[in-house]
């Protein structure tokens, strides 16, 4: 099976600040995905990346997938309240299961 | 467009008894699939419906099941209710699933006491 290992497991950041969320795998990724979790609440997509060395962006968000389609990276630019939360990693399998990381939950104060 | 659709959102049970959580995906969609989270084993995979047949199930007991009606709607039953059932419960629906997009509800809130 596979299996997503998210760091920092948990994050406190200044309000302003930037940061990174780190995603690996155990096999080779062929679609990466990351959504935002509120807590008790349903996951909300933020992006999709498939291709070795892709990167996107939304608004101050920027995730990126490595070359060798093992690991990707989630960004923020200057951390504001509103993106405080849980990310979730994850990525579909063979047999039409969709695995997620063991997340990470990022706080930022005001 | 309307997103995914869980009811109920909240619900207390007591061990031993069983429960239906319902899933409304978005129109259009044809699959459907659960997932369960709690603090200490996270997101995991229950099972996925496609067109009315169970494509795979996770690494969970038989005391949960699901099903998937015409119109895509699905249930998810667990029956003989066990205090470490409490859990989120997830569904998230898709075109095809896989590695098509998933959108997700907003979740039912089990507690069992």
């Known amino acids: 099976s596979q299996e997503l290992e998210q760091s920092p497991q948990s994050l406190i950041v200044q309000e302003g600040k930037n940061l990174t969320i780190n995603c690996t795998s155990s096999k080779t990724l062929y679609g990466l995905y990351w959504y935002k979790q509120k807590y008790g609440e349903g996951l909300i997509f933020l992006m999709m990346l498939q291709k070795g060395g892709e990167e996107k962006s939304h608004e101050k968000i920027t995730a990126k997938l490595d070359e060798k389609k093992q690991q990707s990276s989630l960004h923020i630019t200057a951390s504001q309240p509103s993106h405080a939360g849980i990310y979730l990693c994850?990525?579909?399998?063979?047999?039409?299961?969709?695995?997620f990381g063991t997340g990470t939950s990022l706080t930022v104060i005001p | 467009k309307a997103g995914v659709t869980q009811t109920p959102r909240y619900l207390i049970k007591t061990r031993g008894q069983q429960v239906t959580l319902s899933c409304s995906p978005i129109?259009?969609?044809?699959?459907v699939s659960w997932y369960q989270q709690t603090p200490g084993q996270g997101l995991q995979f229950l099972f996925e419906y496609f067109s009315e047949t169970q494509r795979n199930k996770g690494n969970f007991p038989g005391r949960f099941s699901g099903r998937q009606f015409s119109n895509s709607r699905s249930e998810m039953n667990v029956s003989t209710l066990e205090l470490g059932d409490s859990a989120l419960y997830l569904c998230?629906?898709?075109?095809?699933?896989?590695?098509?997009?998933?959108?997700f509800g907003q979740g039912t809130r089990l507690t069992v006491v």
């Open positions: 129109s259009g969609h044809r699959s």
């Open positions: 994850g990525a579909a399998s063979t047999g039409n299961q969709f695995y």
């Open positions: 998230a629906s898709s075109f095809t699933g896989g590695e098509t997009e998933a959108f």
